[in-house]
């Protein structure tokens, strides 16, 4: 990735570095969003054919075939809200190259140094420290539609689909006593809880915990704790499998909120979490009548390789 980095950087030139290069230590670092705003980064817009496939590239190196795919489907999406909303062809408000690609600080294996995808519905994070990559949170993956109903070519796409429907499968498993302590509310939030603020946090770890299910329904919850995991590259995604081992997964619990059917109209909608000491996943489909669906994955010891960076501070300076 170090390699593949630098590479694209020696292609960029000296207005498109201004807009692409902060030094580690920046507080940018910390700073996403996930509703179209202005931001900051080189946006592909600003790039060549060649620095577009590069830049991808890069995306391609960090995630799996299926996290890519999801993004390349999340960017096109523009394309779609861009015929929903009756916005020309020129519109720049929704555009699938509209997406920003920032580095911090120097890729080398003795110092700190991350890089960002950012965009609407789009982040990717990863920080690598003293040659390791060791943050890869906040990872946001959201759909605006979440199905696609108007008549498009994308028309009846569903990016999120696999998350929402394990997600069904394991609220509607559950037996009274289950759902007693699995439900939080009979309405759903309208947004995901944590939003995009800078260290994630949940006051009560609520919900049904992972020992309480049954072995068929523990197949269901891991399945869908896969299928997160799963957007990374397989290097990346043990690393975090690993860490939530370590810690036991009989520390996690799943909690939902809302309608427990899939459905699309007024007052409709879903949220669902799993919840442990590390790691905190959110999934949320409220908005525009239960087809807008955010999706959040926060590691809560070490977002942006915190933890593993205190640690490089601490031993190096």
Known sequence: MAAAVTAFIKTL??????????????????????TPVPRK????????PEQQKAAMALVKLAMSEQGYEKTTAIMDMENVLRVQENRPPNDTHRDPVNYFFTFFGEPNAKEPWGWRLNGHHLLWQFSS????????????????????RIDVPQKGKQILKKEAELGFALVNSLNSDQMKLALLSETSPQEIIT??????????????PFPQLTESQQKTFLTLLDTYLNNYHVTLKNQQ?????????DKLVF?????????????????????????????????????????????????FGEDVLAEHYKSHH
Do not use: C
């Open 13 to 34: 030139d000296e207005e498109q570095r201004k807009l692409a290069l902060y030094p580690f230590s920046d507080d940018e670092r910390y700073v996403w969003f996930y």
């Open 41 to 48: 980064g080189l946006s592909m817009k600003k790039m060549n």
């Open 129 to 148: 420290l003293t040659g390791k990559i060791s943050g890869m949170t906040p990872t946001f993956l959201g759909s605006n539609p979440d199905i696609v």
């Open 195 to 208: 939003t995009n603020v800078r260290k994630a946090s949940i006051e009560k770890m609520e919900g049904i």
């Open 241 to 249: 499998l690993e860490k939530l081992k370590k810690v036991g997964l």
């Open 255 to 303: 909690a939902w909120a809302g309608d427990r059917q899939p459905g699309f109209g007024p007052g409709k909608g879903q949220y669902y979490r799993i919840h442990g000491p590390t790691i905190l996943i959110e999934y949320d489909n409220a908005q525009n009548q239960a087809n807008h669906t955010h999706t959040v994955v926060r590691d809560l010891t070490s977002d």
